[in-house]
């Protein structure tokens, strides 16, 4: 049987045999319709690319909700167009899913993993699963959360500017009692979140902040539990760690007979497609996801080519999505 070199592939593209060379090795720029021609070619021709792996594991929690749904569909998109086809796997958070994904895959080969808000968003997160990644010299990317002692890139939004923003929109519509509803202790954007909300209080005067604060897990039904501790306080407004907590705390509030906003003030976090269509509209602080994604799947095609990738977390700018559910502060 004569051997599929790379000038077959070439002629039956119709490229030259650099162009064949920058797709297979992913150097370059090379057009994203080039690049179909000449996947196609290698296909029909059976080329053999040798041992290099196109498959790239992308870990990520909840796929129920559209953030994660959205922020992996962005990362397979981003990966395509550079030969790398992108497998999502659904963990839970600190359960042993990654480990067994890792094991089972890295076994059939693959180019690399990404930990989009995985275990690396917990921390004394058992490393296992780095280190075998290491051991076996797989890159990984990670994201909303570096590894201490890892020098793999992440890119995590700044989750403190983040409290900042969802503060100062209040405060400056008239509400001193804000109450913040977080995740569970150790998650590492929960915690940020935290600390840039108790920093953006205090620098507004407010000596005891920490009493306004409330931890649950992410889901509707924990937004609605802390949202009740926090309304025994007769807080004004809340601060959410994500949307469908906040759409849990919206729920709370209604079953005591309040109005949001005319009684109480709701914000948001990640700003999913469907929250500008819920009632009331949410207002919520929105994650760069496209960027995020984007960022991530160049630094995973640059380590899958043995190209130098920036190390340390690079931190992206939240933007804060004004909407119907919150407003002034009313006299009670």
């Known amino acids: 049987m004569v051997k599929v070199g790379i000038s077959d592939v070439a002629a039956r593209a119709g490229v ?64 395509a167009p550079q030969g790398l086809k992108a497998i999502v796997c659904s963990t839970t958070i600190g359960g042993f899913q990654e480990i067994d994904f890792i094991r089972s895959t890295a076994d059939l080969g693959i180019a690399g993993v990404i930990f989009a808000s995985a275990s690396n968003t917990l921390v004394g997160a058992d490393p296992a699963v780095y280190r075998l990644l290491q051991k076996r010299q797989i890159p990984f990317v990670l994201m909303n959360g570096a590894i201490e002692g890892s020098q793999a890139p992440s890119f995590s939004t700044n989750d403190r500017v983040a409290a900042e923003l969802a503060v100062d929109h209040l405060w400056r519509l008239g509400h001193r009692e804000i109450g913040m509803i977080v995740g569970p202790v150790g998650n590492r954007p929960s ?43 007769d807080v004004t407004a809340l601060v959410a760690a994500s949307d469908y907590m906040a759409l849990g705390a919206i729920r709370a509030a209604r079953r005591r007979g309040l109005s949001v906003p005319d009684d109480v003030s709701v914000i948001g976090y990640d700003d999913s497609e469907i929250m500008a269509f819920v009632e009331p509209p949410l207002t919520t602080v929105r994650q760069p996801v496209e960027r995020i994604a984007q960022s991530i799947a160049t630094a995973m095609v640059h380590l899958v080519s ?13 933007e804060l999505i004004v909407r119907s559910s919150t407003g002034p502060l009313r006299d009670r």
């Open 16 to 79: 030259s045999e650099a162009t064949v060379s920058r797709v297979l090795n992913r150097r370059g720029a090379v057009a994203a319709s080039t690049r179909r021609v000449v996947e196609e070619a290698i296909r029909e021709l059976g080329y053999d690319r040798g041992t290099a792996s196109q498959l790239v594991v992308v870990l990520t929690p909840e796929l129920a909700q559209p953030f994660f749904g959205r922020l992996c569909e962005l990362i397979e998109s981003a990966l």
């Open 191 to 233: 915690d940020r979140r935290l600390e840039g909300f108790i920093a953006a209080m205090r620098h507004r005067g407010v000596e005891d902040p920490d009493k306004l604060v409330a931890h649950q897990v992410y889901s509707i039904e924990g937004g609605m539990s802390a949202a009740e501790t926090l309304l025994d306080q």
């Open 306 to 318: 043995r190209r130098n990738v920036p190390r340390g977390e690079l931190l992206f700018d939240p």
